[in-house]
């Protein structure tokens, strides 16, 4: 099924291996047979698992996923990422798999060390977004369309709340529900491997192309293991959007040079 979401969605918009074959072709019969393996196992958790897995693959393949901002994008991510993978799969896990997710928001007091991690983390997500946008991949802001003309404000608000919505749902799609239902059945280090891939695949489609998986994969590895060690939502969730604020910079300050925008100014 980690296979199937590599290729249905990861390489969703590349070219195939020939012009007539898109990538995602091949991912269908993986699905199958991931499909098919989990009815023969006699396991009906796991089985039903694999159906709510399959299902996500398959609304995200009918969902354009880019940068767009105009209404009708912004409209179509809310209802396809908000109403049809985070909503319809819990009242589904709760419903029908009979295994609700966590959404452990909280766990205990945060530990010195992990207000420790948050400027640690924003250093590590600052070299690592700078070197990206300005060295490996220096055309990446292409895939977040701004205007060159005209007023910005509109188009730069726009794109920081979408990257804030698009960086709670990554945690609760990803983290809450397929690592959570992942480490019901597997390891932790398994889980974990593969919701790195889903995320991954997802982002790579988005956006982040170039060196971005390898970063990205490295990202997801260390979101679940924080949630792993914290128990904690509402923390991987402040560390995903601490991130996501240097990535907003690194956007608007590719496409407008030295301008500097934040929220309260233009």
Sequence with gaps: MTAAMVVIIGLKSHAGPTPELNWH???????AASLLLAWRSRNIRWSKVTVLLAYLIAVLHFTRIDGDTTDSHVLELALMLGVGILL???LLAKFWLKESLD??????????????????GFVIAYVFLWSYFNVWTPT?????????EGPRNEALWRLFWGCNFIGVWDELAFINFVF??????????EANLAQAFFFTSFLHEMAFVGW???????FALVQGLTYRRTGSLFYIIILHLMID???????????YSGFGWHPWGG
């Design 212 to 218: 971005g998986p390898v970063v990205i994969f490295a």
């Design 180 to 189: 959570v239902l992942m480490g019901r059945h597997f390891s932790f280090r």
């Design 25 to 31: 072709w091949l991912g269908w019969p993986l699905m």
């Design 140 to 148: 990446l802001h292409h895939s977040w369309p701004l205007p060159l």
């Design 88 to 90: 319809i799969p819990a």
């Design 245 to 255: 604020s240097v990535l907003f910079y690194m956007i608007a300050n590719r496409w």
């Design 103 to 120: 959404y452990s928001w909280f766990q205990g007091r945060w530990s010195v060390k992990m207000w420790l991690w948050f400027p640690l």
